[in-house]
Protein backbone atom coordinates (compact mmCIF):
# COMPACT_ATOMS: atom_id res chain seq x y z
CA UNK A 1 0.00 0.00 0.00
CA UNK A 2 1.38 3.23 -1.13
CA UNK A 3 1.64 5.87 1.13
CA UNK A 4 2.68 6.75 5.10
CA UNK A 5 -0.55 5.71 6.03
CA UNK A 6 -2.45 2.35 5.86
CA UNK A 7 -5.49 0.95 6.86
CA UNK A 8 -5.63 -2.18 9.49
CA UNK A 9 -8.92 -4.25 9.78
CA UNK A 10 -10.08 -4.84 12.98
CA UNK A 11 -11.67 -8.17 13.29
CA UNK A 12 -13.39 -9.65 10.53
CA UNK A 13 -14.25 -6.08 8.71
CA UNK A 14 -16.78 -7.64 6.37
CA UNK A 15 -18.94 -8.66 9.37
CA UNK A 16 -18.45 -4.87 10.86
CA UNK A 17 -20.21 -3.48 7.97
CA UNK A 18 -22.89 -5.50 7.86
CA UNK A 19 -25.43 -2.79 8.81
CA UNK A 20 -23.56 -0.13 6.12
CA UNK A 21 -23.92 -0.78 2.90
CA UNK A 22 -20.60 -1.48 1.74
CA UNK A 23 -20.67 0.73 -1.50
CA UNK A 24 -20.74 4.10 0.75
CA UNK A 25 -18.72 2.88 3.11
CA UNK A 26 -15.49 2.48 0.30
CA UNK A 27 -16.63 5.86 -1.18
CA UNK A 28 -16.02 7.29 2.12
CA UNK A 29 -12.84 5.95 2.91
CA UNK A 30 -11.37 6.49 -0.87
CA UNK A 31 -12.42 9.80 -0.37
CA UNK A 32 -10.70 10.54 2.92
CA UNK A 33 -7.06 8.72 1.42
CA UNK A 34 -7.64 10.75 -1.55
CA UNK A 35 -8.20 14.18 0.94
CA UNK A 36 -4.75 12.96 2.40
CA UNK A 37 -2.86 12.17 -0.50
CA UNK A 38 -3.59 15.49 -1.92
CA UNK A 39 -2.23 17.34 1.09
CA UNK A 40 0.99 15.38 1.17
CA UNK A 41 1.85 11.82 2.37
CA UNK A 42 1.14 12.63 5.84
CA UNK A 43 -0.27 9.61 8.97
CA UNK A 44 -4.02 10.71 9.71
CA UNK A 45 -5.03 12.74 12.58
CA UNK A 46 -6.86 10.31 14.96
CA UNK A 47 -8.79 13.04 16.46
CA UNK A 48 -10.14 13.74 12.97
CA UNK A 49 -10.48 10.23 11.03
CA UNK A 50 -10.72 7.71 14.16
CA UNK A 51 -13.83 7.83 15.17
CA UNK A 52 -15.17 8.10 11.13
CA UNK A 53 -12.95 5.04 10.58
CA UNK A 54 -13.93 3.05 13.58
CA UNK A 55 -17.80 3.67 12.33
CA UNK A 56 -16.89 1.50 9.74
CA UNK A 57 -14.98 -1.16 11.59
CA UNK A 58 -11.18 0.02 10.66
CA UNK A 59 -8.62 1.88 12.55
CA UNK A 60 -5.84 3.79 11.43
CA UNK A 61 -2.23 2.91 11.46
CA UNK A 62 0.75 5.38 10.56
CA UNK A 63 3.97 3.96 11.00
CA UNK A 64 6.53 6.80 10.87
CA UNK A 65 6.19 10.15 10.13
CA UNK A 66 7.21 11.89 7.25
CA UNK A 67 9.60 14.75 7.38
CA UNK A 68 7.11 17.27 6.42
CA UNK A 69 4.38 15.91 9.22
CA UNK A 70 3.73 19.27 10.98
CA UNK A 71 3.25 21.60 7.73
CA UNK A 72 0.86 18.40 6.21
CA UNK A 73 -1.06 18.27 9.32
CA UNK A 74 -1.93 21.82 9.25
CA UNK A 75 -3.13 21.50 5.89
CA UNK A 76 -4.72 18.32 6.26
CA UNK A 77 -6.54 20.05 9.34
CA UNK A 78 -8.13 22.55 7.21
CA UNK A 79 -10.21 20.00 5.06
CA UNK A 80 -11.73 18.74 8.19
CA UNK A 81 -15.12 20.05 8.13
CA UNK A 82 -15.45 19.28 4.40
CA UNK A 83 -14.52 15.47 5.52
CA UNK A 84 -17.09 15.64 8.41
CA UNK A 85 -19.43 16.49 6.34
CA UNK A 86 -18.88 14.11 3.56
CA UNK A 87 -19.36 11.79 6.37
CA UNK A 88 -22.56 12.81 7.34
CA UNK A 89 -24.25 13.06 3.90
CA UNK A 90 -22.88 9.87 3.60
CA UNK A 91 -24.07 8.33 7.32
CA UNK A 92 -27.58 9.21 7.19
CA UNK A 93 -29.01 7.29 4.23
CA UNK A 94 -27.09 4.39 5.66
CA UNK A 95 -29.06 5.26 8.85
CA UNK A 96 -32.01 5.01 7.60
CA UNK A 97 -31.65 1.62 5.36
CA UNK A 98 -30.94 0.72 9.35
CA UNK A 99 -33.76 1.97 10.59
CA UNK A 100 -35.75 0.12 7.94
CA UNK A 101 -34.45 -2.88 9.15
CA UNK A 102 -35.16 -2.30 12.91
CA UNK A 103 -38.75 -0.94 11.99
CA UNK A 104 -39.31 -4.20 10.44
CA UNK A 105 -38.57 -5.64 14.25
CA UNK A 106 -40.37 -3.17 16.47
CA UNK A 107 -42.29 -0.31 15.38
CA UNK A 108 -41.71 1.05 18.34
CA UNK A 109 -38.35 1.07 18.30
CA UNK A 110 -37.77 3.16 15.25
CA UNK A 111 -39.04 6.70 16.50
CA UNK A 112 -36.70 6.16 19.69
CA UNK A 113 -33.72 5.33 17.52
CA UNK A 114 -34.94 8.00 14.82
CA UNK A 115 -34.76 10.66 18.21
CA UNK A 116 -31.82 9.25 20.09
CA UNK A 117 -29.77 10.15 16.54
CA UNK A 118 -31.02 13.25 15.91
CA UNK A 119 -30.49 14.14 19.28
CA UNK A 120 -26.91 12.86 19.18
CA UNK A 121 -26.11 14.94 15.56
CA UNK A 122 -27.29 18.11 16.78
CA UNK A 123 -25.70 17.81 20.24
CA UNK A 124 -22.32 16.93 18.05
CA UNK A 125 -23.29 20.09 15.91
CA UNK A 126 -24.03 22.63 18.39
CA UNK A 127 -20.43 21.81 20.19
CA UNK A 128 -18.61 22.86 17.21
CA UNK A 129 -16.82 26.17 18.11
CA UNK A 130 -16.05 28.84 15.39
CA UNK A 131 -13.92 31.45 16.53
CA UNK A 132 -14.76 30.15 20.22
CA UNK A 133 -18.46 30.54 19.66
CA UNK A 134 -21.01 27.76 19.23
CA UNK A 135 -24.67 27.05 18.50
CA UNK A 136 -25.43 25.05 21.51
CA UNK A 137 -28.19 23.63 21.49
CA UNK A 138 -29.66 25.33 18.88
CA UNK A 139 -27.64 22.95 16.30
CA UNK A 140 -30.62 20.33 17.40
CA UNK A 141 -32.30 22.88 14.24
CA UNK A 142 -29.65 21.60 11.78
CA UNK A 143 -29.76 17.93 12.89
CA UNK A 144 -33.46 17.76 12.19
CA UNK A 145 -33.05 19.71 9.04
CA UNK A 146 -30.73 16.91 7.89
CA UNK A 147 -32.65 14.11 8.96
CA UNK A 148 -35.63 15.30 7.54
CA UNK A 149 -34.03 15.79 4.38
CA UNK A 150 -32.72 12.45 4.15
CA UNK A 151 -36.73 11.14 5.01
CA UNK A 152 -35.65 10.08 8.32
CA UNK A 153 -38.52 11.75 10.41
CA UNK A 154 -41.53 10.77 12.85
CA UNK A 155 -45.15 9.46 12.20
CA UNK A 156 -46.75 13.19 11.90
CA UNK A 157 -48.93 13.00 15.24
CA UNK A 158 -46.27 11.42 17.21
CA UNK A 159 -43.85 14.83 15.70
CA UNK A 160 -46.53 17.11 16.70
CA UNK A 161 -46.64 15.74 20.45
CA UNK A 162 -42.71 15.47 21.11
CA UNK A 163 -42.57 19.06 19.74
CA UNK A 164 -45.32 20.46 21.71
CA UNK A 165 -44.63 18.67 24.92
CA UNK A 166 -40.86 19.43 24.52
CA UNK A 167 -41.87 23.34 24.57
CA UNK A 168 -44.32 23.34 27.10
CA UNK A 169 -41.31 21.12 29.40
CA UNK A 170 -39.56 24.09 28.76
CA UNK A 171 -41.29 26.84 29.59
CA UNK A 172 -42.72 25.85 32.60
CA UNK A 173 -39.18 24.96 33.78
CA UNK A 174 -37.87 28.84 33.03
CA UNK A 175 -41.09 30.01 34.44
CA UNK A 176 -41.09 27.90 37.69
CA UNK A 177 -37.00 28.67 38.37
CA UNK A 178 -38.05 32.84 37.44
CA UNK A 179 -41.09 32.76 39.66
CA UNK A 180 -39.72 33.90 43.13
CA UNK A 181 -37.75 36.79 41.58
CA UNK A 182 -40.13 37.73 38.83
CA UNK A 183 -42.90 39.87 40.32
CA UNK A 184 -39.86 42.46 42.03
CA UNK A 185 -38.17 42.73 38.06
CA UNK A 186 -41.52 43.13 36.92
CA UNK A 187 -42.29 46.50 38.78
CA UNK A 188 -38.73 47.40 38.61
CA UNK A 189 -38.05 46.73 35.07
CA UNK A 190 -41.39 45.65 32.98
CA UNK A 191 -42.32 49.24 31.43
CA UNK A 192 -38.77 49.91 30.14
CA UNK A 193 -38.36 46.11 29.01
CA UNK A 194 -42.03 46.17 27.24
CA UNK A 195 -41.62 49.48 25.27
CA UNK A 196 -38.65 47.93 23.72
CA UNK A 197 -40.07 44.37 23.04
CA UNK A 198 -43.30 46.68 21.61
CA UNK A 199 -40.33 48.38 19.17
CA UNK A 200 -39.46 45.26 17.80
CA UNK A 201 -42.70 44.00 17.13
CA UNK A 202 -43.89 47.61 15.30
CA UNK A 203 -40.92 47.71 13.28
CA UNK A 204 -40.92 43.85 12.20
CA UNK A 205 -45.02 44.46 11.43
CA UNK A 206 -44.08 47.40 9.57
CA UNK A 207 -41.18 45.73 7.37
CA UNK A 208 -43.50 42.28 6.88
CA UNK A 209 -46.44 44.16 5.70
CA UNK A 210 -45.28 47.39 4.37
CA UNK A 211 -42.59 45.38 2.21
CA UNK A 212 -45.12 42.53 0.97
CA UNK A 213 -47.50 45.36 -0.17
CA UNK A 214 -44.49 47.37 -2.20
CA UNK A 215 -43.74 43.63 -3.39
CA UNK A 216 -47.83 43.31 -4.43
CA UNK A 217 -47.22 39.87 -2.68
CA UNK A 218 -51.13 38.56 -0.91
CA UNK A 219 -52.15 39.18 2.44
CA UNK A 220 -51.70 35.05 3.10
CA UNK A 221 -48.09 35.19 2.22
CA UNK A 222 -47.21 37.75 4.30
CA UNK A 223 -49.33 35.96 7.46
CA UNK A 224 -46.94 33.45 7.33
CA UNK A 225 -43.79 35.31 6.95
CA UNK A 226 -44.98 37.78 9.84
CA UNK A 227 -45.60 34.93 12.09
CA UNK A 228 -42.61 32.55 10.71
CA UNK A 229 -40.10 35.19 11.00
CA UNK A 230 -41.21 35.85 13.75
CA UNK A 231 -40.93 31.87 15.29
CA UNK A 232 -44.79 33.00 16.49
CA UNK A 233 -47.24 29.97 16.08
CA UNK A 234 -50.35 31.14 17.96
CA UNK A 235 -50.13 34.65 15.60
CA UNK A 236 -50.55 32.32 12.73
CA UNK A 237 -52.79 30.18 14.10
CA UNK A 238 -54.92 33.36 14.66
CA UNK A 239 -53.92 34.67 11.20
CA UNK A 240 -55.46 31.55 9.56
CA UNK A 241 -58.54 32.00 11.31
CA UNK A 242 -59.51 34.90 8.90
CA UNK A 243 -58.29 33.06 5.72
CA UNK A 244 -59.91 30.91 2.88
CA UNK A 245 -58.52 26.99 3.05
CA UNK A 246 -56.28 27.39 0.28
CA UNK A 247 -54.84 30.60 1.98
CA UNK A 248 -54.19 28.59 5.16
CA UNK A 249 -51.63 26.00 2.73
CA UNK A 250 -50.07 29.36 1.42
CA UNK A 251 -49.40 30.84 5.06
CA UNK A 252 -48.39 27.94 6.09
CA UNK A 253 -45.93 26.93 3.46
CA UNK A 254 -44.48 30.90 3.88
CA UNK A 255 -44.68 29.76 7.70
CA UNK A 256 -42.35 26.77 7.45
CA UNK A 257 -39.84 27.96 5.17
CA UNK A 258 -39.03 31.13 7.42
CA UNK A 259 -38.93 29.75 10.59
CA UNK A 260 -35.68 27.84 10.23
CA UNK A 261 -34.22 31.00 9.45
CA UNK A 262 -35.68 32.75 12.04
CA UNK A 263 -34.36 30.70 14.73
CA UNK A 264 -30.58 30.42 13.20
CA UNK A 265 -31.19 34.53 12.18
CA UNK A 266 -31.88 35.47 16.03
CA UNK A 267 -29.22 33.16 17.52
CA UNK A 268 -26.77 35.23 14.87
CA UNK A 269 -28.50 38.62 15.61
CA UNK A 270 -27.92 37.66 19.64
CA UNK A 271 -23.80 37.05 18.31
CA UNK A 272 -23.26 39.98 16.08
CA UNK A 273 -24.37 42.15 18.83
CA UNK A 274 -21.35 40.61 20.93
CA UNK A 275 -18.99 41.05 18.56
CA UNK A 276 -20.05 44.67 17.70
CA UNK A 277 -19.59 46.19 21.04
CA UNK A 278 -16.72 43.87 22.00
CA UNK A 279 -19.10 42.44 24.97
CA UNK A 280 -17.24 39.61 27.74
CA UNK A 281 -20.24 37.31 28.71
CA UNK A 282 -18.29 37.00 32.26
CA UNK A 283 -18.13 40.49 32.99
CA UNK A 284 -21.73 40.93 32.24
CA UNK A 285 -22.82 38.47 34.12
CA UNK A 286 -21.05 39.64 37.46
CA UNK A 287 -21.98 43.15 36.83
CA UNK A 288 -25.86 41.71 36.98
CA UNK A 289 -24.76 39.61 40.05
CA UNK A 290 -23.30 43.01 41.79
CA UNK A 291 -26.70 44.79 40.84
CA UNK A 292 -28.88 42.14 42.07
CA UNK A 293 -26.94 42.20 45.30
CA UNK A 294 -27.08 46.15 45.63
CA UNK A 295 -30.31 45.83 45.54
CA UNK A 296 -31.01 44.30 48.78
CA UNK A 297 -28.99 45.79 51.93
CA UNK A 298 -25.92 43.93 53.29
CA UNK A 299 -26.41 42.58 56.69
CA UNK A 300 -24.08 43.44 59.46
CA UNK A 301 -24.34 42.72 62.99
CA UNK A 302 -23.20 44.71 66.20
CA UNK A 303 -23.71 44.42 69.80
CA UNK A 304 -25.75 47.30 71.61
CA UNK A 305 -24.73 48.76 75.04
CA UNK A 306 -28.29 50.06 76.69
CA UNK A 307 -27.53 53.66 77.47
CA UNK A 308 -30.46 56.06 76.70
CA UNK A 309 -32.54 56.14 79.82
CA UNK A 310 -36.05 56.93 77.41
CA UNK A 311 -35.85 53.05 76.33
CA UNK A 312 -35.14 51.53 79.70
CA UNK A 313 -37.54 49.20 81.43
CA UNK A 314 -39.34 49.06 77.42
CA UNK A 315 -39.97 45.64 76.05
CA UNK A 316 -38.76 44.61 72.69
CA UNK A 317 -42.38 44.93 70.75
CA UNK A 318 -42.77 48.02 72.01
CA UNK A 319 -39.47 49.28 70.10
CA UNK A 320 -41.81 49.75 66.57
CA UNK A 321 -38.58 50.92 64.88
CA UNK A 322 -36.76 47.71 65.51
CA UNK A 323 -39.21 45.61 63.21
CA UNK A 324 -40.23 48.26 60.86
CA UNK A 325 -36.78 49.00 59.72
CA UNK A 326 -35.77 45.41 59.72
CA UNK A 327 -33.33 45.11 62.81
CA UNK A 328 -33.55 41.83 64.41
CA UNK A 329 -32.48 41.38 68.04
CA UNK A 330 -31.48 38.16 68.98
CA UNK A 331 -29.57 37.90 72.15
CA UNK A 332 -29.45 39.70 75.50
CA UNK A 333 -27.06 39.82 78.07
CA UNK A 334 -28.48 41.11 81.18
CA UNK A 335 -26.35 42.58 82.80
CA UNK A 336 -28.09 43.06 86.71
CA UNK A 337 -28.22 38.88 86.54
CA UNK A 338 -24.62 38.81 84.41
CA UNK A 339 -26.56 36.01 82.12
CA UNK A 340 -27.40 35.94 78.60
CA UNK A 341 -31.04 34.84 77.06
CA UNK A 342 -32.64 34.67 73.80
CA UNK A 343 -34.76 37.86 72.84
CA UNK A 344 -38.38 37.38 72.42
CA UNK A 345 -40.69 40.57 72.13
CA UNK A 346 -41.91 40.40 75.30
CA UNK A 347 -38.08 40.82 77.02
CA UNK A 348 -37.23 43.89 78.77
CA UNK A 349 -34.24 45.89 78.22
CA UNK A 350 -32.66 47.97 80.66
CA UNK A 351 -29.67 50.71 81.45
CA UNK A 352 -26.22 48.44 81.15
CA UNK A 353 -28.07 45.51 79.06
CA UNK A 354 -26.10 44.51 76.04
CA UNK A 355 -28.11 43.10 72.72
CA UNK A 356 -26.80 41.69 69.85
CA UNK A 357 -28.69 43.15 66.94
CA UNK A 358 -28.88 41.99 62.89
CA UNK A 359 -29.56 44.43 60.08
CA UNK A 360 -29.23 46.58 57.41
CA UNK A 361 -26.51 49.45 58.01
CA UNK A 362 -28.61 52.28 57.81
CA UNK A 363 -31.50 50.81 60.03
CA UNK A 364 -28.53 49.37 62.70
CA UNK A 365 -27.53 53.06 62.53
CA UNK A 366 -30.66 54.55 63.82
CA UNK A 367 -31.39 51.24 66.54
CA UNK A 368 -27.47 51.97 68.06
CA UNK A 369 -28.61 56.27 68.24
CA UNK A 370 -31.84 55.20 69.95
CA UNK A 371 -30.44 52.61 72.57
CA UNK A 372 -27.03 53.75 73.35
CA UNK A 373 -23.73 52.89 71.71
CA UNK A 374 -22.26 50.22 69.31
CA UNK A 375 -19.51 48.04 71.22
CA UNK A 376 -16.63 45.79 70.53
CA UNK A 377 -18.02 42.35 71.81
CA UNK A 378 -19.60 39.43 70.28
CA UNK A 379 -22.62 37.93 72.72
CA UNK A 380 -22.43 35.36 70.38
CA UNK A 381 -18.65 34.42 72.10
CA UNK A 382 -20.42 34.31 75.77
CA UNK A 383 -20.79 30.90 77.68
CA UNK A 384 -24.02 29.91 78.30
CA UNK A 385 -27.42 27.84 77.24
CA UNK A 386 -28.06 30.30 73.99
CA UNK A 387 -27.07 28.68 70.68
CA UNK A 388 -27.69 29.20 67.22
CA UNK A 389 -28.60 26.72 64.20
CA UNK A 390 -28.94 27.05 60.28
CA UNK A 391 -32.40 25.42 59.26
CA UNK A 392 -33.86 24.31 55.92
CA UNK A 393 -37.02 25.44 55.74
CA UNK A 394 -38.54 21.88 53.98
CA UNK A 395 -42.02 21.49 56.53
CA UNK A 396 -45.41 22.44 54.57
CA UNK A 397 -46.33 24.53 57.49
CA UNK A 398 -43.66 26.89 57.30
CA UNK A 399 -43.59 27.07 53.19
CA UNK A 400 -45.52 30.67 51.78
CA UNK A 401 -46.33 31.78 55.46
CA UNK A 402 -44.72 35.20 57.06
CA UNK A 403 -42.31 34.83 59.67
CA UNK A 404 -44.75 36.63 61.80
CA UNK A 405 -47.37 34.29 61.35
CA UNK A 406 -45.35 31.23 62.43
CA UNK A 407 -44.92 32.82 66.01
CA UNK A 408 -41.76 30.94 66.86
CA UNK A 409 -41.11 32.97 69.54
CA UNK A 410 -44.33 32.09 71.28
CA UNK A 411 -44.51 28.78 69.91
CA UNK A 412 -40.63 27.40 71.13
CA UNK A 413 -38.99 30.65 72.12
CA UNK A 414 -36.38 31.18 69.75
CA UNK A 415 -35.60 33.95 67.15
CA UNK A 416 -34.92 33.91 63.59
CA UNK A 417 -32.17 36.51 62.85
CA UNK A 418 -31.19 35.76 59.13
CA UNK A 419 -32.87 34.24 56.13
CA UNK A 420 -30.54 32.62 53.42
CA UNK A 421 -31.91 31.82 49.85
CA UNK A 422 -29.83 30.95 47.23
CA UNK A 423 -26.67 33.26 47.51
CA UNK A 424 -28.76 36.01 48.86
CA UNK A 425 -29.06 37.03 52.71
CA UNK A 426 -31.60 39.58 54.43
CA UNK A 427 -32.63 40.23 58.01
CA UNK A 428 -35.77 37.76 59.14
CA UNK A 429 -38.19 40.63 58.76
CA UNK A 430 -41.67 39.77 60.41
CA UNK A 431 -43.04 40.28 56.79
CA UNK A 432 -40.52 38.06 55.30
CA UNK A 433 -42.63 34.83 53.26
CA UNK A 434 -40.73 32.09 53.89
CA UNK A 435 -40.17 29.43 50.38
CA UNK A 436 -39.33 25.94 50.36
CA UNK A 437 -35.02 25.99 50.84
CA UNK A 438 -34.83 28.76 52.37
CA UNK A 439 -32.01 28.45 55.12
CA UNK A 440 -32.88 30.26 58.49
CA UNK A 441 -30.58 30.92 61.30
CA UNK A 442 -32.57 30.74 64.47
CA UNK A 443 -31.49 31.65 68.56
CA UNK A 444 -32.69 29.43 71.04
CA UNK A 445 -31.30 27.06 73.84
CA UNK A 446 -31.36 23.22 72.91
CA UNK A 447 -34.58 21.80 73.56
CA UNK A 448 -36.19 25.01 71.76
CA UNK A 449 -34.15 24.72 68.80
CA UNK A 450 -34.92 20.76 68.26
CA UNK A 451 -38.70 21.86 68.83
CA UNK A 452 -38.18 24.59 65.88
CA UNK A 453 -36.13 22.47 63.93
CA UNK A 454 -39.35 19.71 63.93
CA UNK A 455 -41.81 22.01 63.33
CA UNK A 456 -39.76 24.00 60.24
CA UNK A 457 -38.82 20.15 58.78
CA UNK A 458 -35.05 20.62 57.91
CA UNK A 459 -34.87 17.48 55.40
CA UNK A 460 -31.43 17.97 53.39
CA UNK A 461 -33.89 15.03 51.69
CA UNK A 462 -36.51 16.95 50.66
CA UNK A 463 -34.39 19.13 49.52
CA UNK A 464 -33.11 16.91 46.48
CA UNK A 465 -36.55 15.47 45.79
CA UNK A 466 -39.20 17.35 42.57
CA UNK A 467 -42.60 17.10 43.38
CA UNK A 468 -44.00 15.35 40.49
CA UNK A 469 -47.55 15.43 41.50
CA UNK A 470 -47.29 19.80 41.55
CA UNK A 471 -45.46 19.58 39.01
CA UNK A 472 -47.79 18.05 36.21
CA UNK A 473 -50.62 19.64 38.29
CA UNK A 474 -48.89 22.90 37.35
CA UNK A 475 -48.37 21.69 33.43
CA UNK A 476 -52.07 20.85 33.35
CA UNK A 477 -53.24 23.97 34.46
CA UNK A 478 -51.01 25.97 32.03
CA UNK A 479 -52.11 23.87 28.76
CA UNK A 480 -55.56 24.77 30.07
CA UNK A 481 -54.98 28.02 30.74
CA UNK A 482 -53.48 28.32 27.31
CA UNK A 483 -56.43 27.19 25.78
CA UNK A 484 -59.02 29.60 27.73
CA UNK A 485 -60.65 32.06 25.06
CA UNK A 486 -59.87 35.77 25.77
CA UNK A 487 -62.89 37.54 23.72
CA UNK A 488 -60.59 41.23 23.35
CA UNK A 489 -63.00 44.26 21.84
CA UNK A 490 -62.60 44.48 18.54
CA UNK A 491 -60.95 41.31 17.31
CA UNK A 492 -63.14 38.63 15.74
CA UNK A 493 -61.70 35.94 17.23
CA UNK A 494 -60.49 34.91 20.84
CA UNK A 495 -56.76 35.71 22.08
CA UNK A 496 -55.13 32.52 23.32
CA UNK A 497 -51.66 32.07 24.75
CA UNK A 498 -51.50 28.97 22.95
CA UNK A 499 -49.18 26.31 24.73
CA UNK A 500 -46.21 28.49 25.66
CA UNK A 501 -47.97 31.56 27.26
CA UNK A 502 -50.13 29.87 29.99
CA UNK A 503 -47.69 27.18 31.07
CA UNK A 504 -45.22 29.91 31.41
CA UNK A 505 -47.44 32.02 33.49
CA UNK A 506 -48.80 29.49 35.11
CA UNK A 507 -45.05 28.25 36.36
CA UNK A 508 -44.31 32.08 37.50
CA UNK A 509 -47.21 32.07 39.41
CA UNK A 510 -46.66 28.85 41.17
CA UNK A 511 -43.07 29.09 41.79
CA UNK A 512 -43.55 32.51 43.63
CA UNK A 513 -46.44 31.00 45.74
CA UNK A 514 -44.11 27.80 46.28
CA UNK A 515 -47.06 25.29 47.51
CA UNK A 516 -50.80 24.97 46.22
CA UNK A 517 -52.44 23.72 49.28
CA UNK A 518 -50.63 20.17 50.64
CA UNK A 519 -48.36 19.89 47.25
CA UNK A 520 -44.75 21.82 47.83
CA UNK A 521 -43.85 22.94 44.76
CA UNK A 522 -40.04 22.01 44.22
CA UNK A 523 -37.53 20.93 41.75
CA UNK A 524 -34.06 20.90 42.57
CA UNK A 525 -31.99 23.22 40.15
CA UNK A 526 -29.60 20.13 38.56
CA UNK A 527 -33.25 18.48 37.84
CA UNK A 528 -34.77 21.93 36.54
CA UNK A 529 -31.98 22.35 34.22
CA UNK A 530 -32.23 18.74 33.00
CA UNK A 531 -36.14 18.82 32.30
CA UNK A 532 -35.13 22.34 30.74
CA UNK A 533 -32.83 20.74 28.05
CA UNK A 534 -34.67 17.96 27.12
CA UNK A 535 -37.96 20.08 26.47
CA UNK A 536 -35.91 22.37 24.25
CA UNK A 537 -34.09 19.21 22.33
CA UNK A 538 -37.34 17.57 21.76
CA UNK A 539 -38.58 21.02 20.15
CA UNK A 540 -36.18 22.20 17.94
CA UNK A 541 -35.32 18.48 16.89
CA UNK A 542 -38.90 17.55 15.74
CA UNK A 543 -39.06 21.39 14.24
CA UNK A 544 -36.09 20.37 12.23
CA UNK A 545 -37.55 16.89 11.24
CA UNK A 546 -40.58 18.25 10.34
CA UNK A 547 -39.39 21.01 7.54
CA UNK A 548 -36.77 19.11 6.75
CA UNK A 549 -38.24 17.18 4.01
CA UNK A 550 -39.14 19.93 2.15
CA UNK A 551 -36.44 22.28 3.38
CA UNK A 552 -33.46 22.17 0.46
CA UNK A 553 -35.87 22.09 -2.47
CA UNK A 554 -38.18 25.14 -1.34
CA UNK A 555 -35.35 26.89 0.02
CA UNK A 556 -33.42 26.53 -3.03
CA UNK A 557 -36.33 27.77 -5.69
CA UNK A 558 -36.74 31.45 -6.67
CA UNK A 559 -39.78 31.67 -4.62
CA UNK A 560 -38.63 30.26 -1.74
CA UNK A 561 -35.33 32.36 -1.47
CA UNK A 562 -37.23 35.03 -1.72
CA UNK A 563 -39.69 34.48 0.88
CA UNK A 564 -36.04 33.40 3.18
CA UNK A 565 -34.56 36.78 2.21
CA UNK A 566 -37.52 38.57 3.55
CA UNK A 567 -37.64 36.99 6.63
CA UNK A 568 -34.45 37.36 7.65
CA UNK A 569 -34.91 40.91 7.02
CA UNK A 570 -37.91 41.08 9.19
CA UNK A 571 -36.00 38.98 12.02
CA UNK A 572 -32.83 40.59 11.80
CA UNK A 573 -33.33 44.38 11.22
CA UNK A 574 -35.61 45.21 14.27
CA UNK A 575 -33.60 42.68 16.85
CA UNK A 576 -30.38 44.64 15.98
CA UNK A 577 -32.14 48.13 15.80
CA UNK A 578 -33.56 47.02 19.24
CA UNK A 579 -30.14 45.56 20.37
CA UNK A 580 -27.79 48.79 19.81
CA UNK A 581 -29.95 51.38 21.19
CA UNK A 582 -31.15 49.13 24.21
CA UNK A 583 -26.82 49.16 24.92
CA UNK A 584 -25.98 52.23 23.55
CA UNK A 585 -28.69 54.59 24.05
CA UNK A 586 -30.41 52.91 27.54
CA UNK A 587 -26.92 51.22 28.69
CA UNK A 588 -28.65 47.61 29.18
CA UNK A 589 -26.49 44.72 29.91
CA UNK A 590 -25.72 42.79 27.52
CA UNK A 591 -27.70 39.42 29.28
CA UNK A 592 -30.50 41.47 29.51
CA UNK A 593 -30.86 42.47 26.06
CA UNK A 594 -30.46 38.64 25.01
CA UNK A 595 -33.52 37.65 27.07
CA UNK A 596 -35.63 40.95 25.89
CA UNK A 597 -35.11 40.21 21.96
CA UNK A 598 -35.84 36.54 22.92
CA UNK A 599 -38.95 37.19 24.49
CA UNK A 600 -40.14 40.02 22.05
CA UNK A 601 -39.72 36.96 19.10
CA UNK A 602 -41.08 34.74 21.75
CA UNK A 603 -38.41 32.39 20.93
CA UNK A 604 -37.02 29.82 23.57
CA UNK A 605 -34.29 28.49 21.17
CA UNK A 606 -32.50 31.90 21.16
CA UNK A 607 -33.47 32.01 25.37
CA UNK A 608 -31.92 28.60 25.37
CA UNK A 609 -28.86 30.06 23.45
CA UNK A 610 -28.67 33.22 25.76
CA UNK A 611 -28.72 31.41 29.02
CA UNK A 612 -26.02 28.88 27.94
CA UNK A 613 -23.89 31.72 26.68
CA UNK A 614 -23.77 33.19 30.93
CA UNK A 615 -23.87 30.31 32.15
CA UNK A 616 -27.22 31.65 34.31
CA UNK A 617 -30.69 32.76 34.17
CA UNK A 618 -30.62 36.54 34.25
CA UNK A 619 -31.78 36.05 30.07
CA UNK A 620 -34.57 34.28 31.12
CA UNK A 621 -36.26 37.52 33.56
CA UNK A 622 -36.11 39.62 31.03
CA UNK A 623 -38.01 37.27 28.31
CA UNK A 624 -40.96 36.23 31.20
CA UNK A 625 -41.26 40.41 31.80
CA UNK A 626 -42.14 40.86 27.96
CA UNK A 627 -43.57 37.19 27.08
CA UNK A 628 -47.11 38.09 27.97
CA UNK A 629 -47.39 41.46 26.18
CA UNK A 630 -45.48 40.10 23.15
CA UNK A 631 -47.92 37.20 22.51
CA UNK A 632 -51.00 39.61 23.03
CA UNK A 633 -49.65 42.01 20.74
CA UNK A 634 -47.98 40.00 17.84
CA UNK A 635 -51.70 37.73 17.44
CA UNK A 636 -53.50 41.12 17.60
CA UNK A 637 -50.84 42.62 14.96
CA UNK A 638 -50.58 39.80 12.57
CA UNK A 639 -54.91 40.26 12.48
CA UNK A 640 -55.66 43.41 12.64
CA UNK A 641 -53.19 43.71 9.53
CA UNK A 642 -55.46 40.98 7.71
CA UNK A 643 -58.54 42.48 8.34
CA UNK A 644 -56.83 45.53 6.81
CA UNK A 645 -55.43 44.12 3.66
CA UNK A 646 -58.55 41.61 2.91
Excluded at 263 to 288: K, M, P, S, T
Excluded at 299 to 306: E, G, K, P, S
Excluded at 348 to 353: A, E, F, K
Aim: aromatic share 6%; with cysteine; hydrophobic share 50%.
Amino acid sequence: MSGACFLRSRGDSTQKITLFRRRNSQKLLTGIISQQNDYGQCNLSHKIYSPILRSFGLTSHCPKKNANHRENHARIAKCEKGIAAEAVMRWVPDVKDLLEQVQKISPHAEPILVLALTTILGLLIGSIRVKGLKLGVAGMLFSGLIMGHFRVTLDPHLLAFLKEFGLVLFVFTVGLQLGPGFFHSLKKDGLKFNALAAMVIVVGAVIAYGGGMVLGWKPEVLAGLFSGATTNTPSLGAAQQLLAPAQVITSSAAYAIVYPCAVVGLILALVLLRVIFRINVREECDLLDRNIHETLPKIHRRTILVEQENVNGLRIRDLPELGSSGVIISRIFHQDRNEISVARADSTIHVGDKLLAVGAAHAMNRAVLRMGREIDEDLRKIVGPISAKRLLVTSKRAIGKNISALVLQERFGVTVSRVSRQDLVFAAGAEVKLQFGDMVNVVGDEASLMQAEDFLGNSVKQINETSFAAIFLGIALGVLFGLYPWHLPGIPVPLRLGLAGGPLLVAIVMGRLGRIGPLVIHMPINANNAFRELGIIFFLGCVGLGAGGNFVATAISAQGLTWMVMGLAITLIPILSCGIFARKVMKLNYLTICGLLAGSMTDPPALAFANKLGQSDHPSLAYANVYPLTMLLRIVVAQVALLWLL
